[in-house]
């Protein structure tokens, strides 16, 4: 197993994202200060990426689609996407 952090600083709030890299897949663990409505999209993107191979492009689509109803204030999905792919680039060079 191969872990990685990556931490992005957005509008307004903190991002930081852990990638555990098992053989060929993933596991994402999100924390920081950012404000995400409701709060159990973390939760959801979490485990929507649970296992899912590790590719940039995969991993991009499954955060849009999960984030696509959140409503968020001072970050985008864009920068959970950034933050997610930089932990990723940690483990996966």
Same mark, same amino acid.
Request: aromatic fraction near 8%; charge should be negative; hydrophobic fraction near 45%.
């Given at each position: 197993?191969?872990?990685?952090?990556?931490e992005? @600083?957005?509008?307004?709030? %903190? =991002?930081?994202?852990? *990638?555990?890299?098992?053989?060929?897949?993933?596991?994402?663990?999100?924390?920081g200060?950012?404000?995400?409505?409701?709060?159990?999209?973390?939760?959801?993107?979490?485990n929507?990426?649970r296992?899912v @191979?590790?590719?940039?492009? %995969? =991993?991009?689509?499954? *955060?849009?689609?999960?984030?696509?109803?959140?409503?968020m204030?001072?970050?985008?999905?864009?920068?959970?996407?950034?933050?997610?792919?930089?932990?990723?680039?940690?483990?996966?060079?």
């Open positions: 197993m191969k872990i990685g952090i990556y992005y @600083k957005a509008k307004k709030g %903190l =991002i930081r994202a852990t *990638v555990s890299l098992f053989d060929d897949s993933i596991e994402v663990k999100i924390t200060d950012f404000l995400i409505f409701p709060e159990d999209m973390v939760w959801e993107l979490e929507s990426l296992g @191979k590790p590719e940039e492009e %995969l =991993i991009s689509r499954k *955060v849009e689609e999960v984030l696509s109803n959140a409503t204030i001072g970050c985008t999905v864009d920068d959970f996407k950034k933050t997610i792919i930089g932990a990723l680039r940690e483990v996966v060079p």
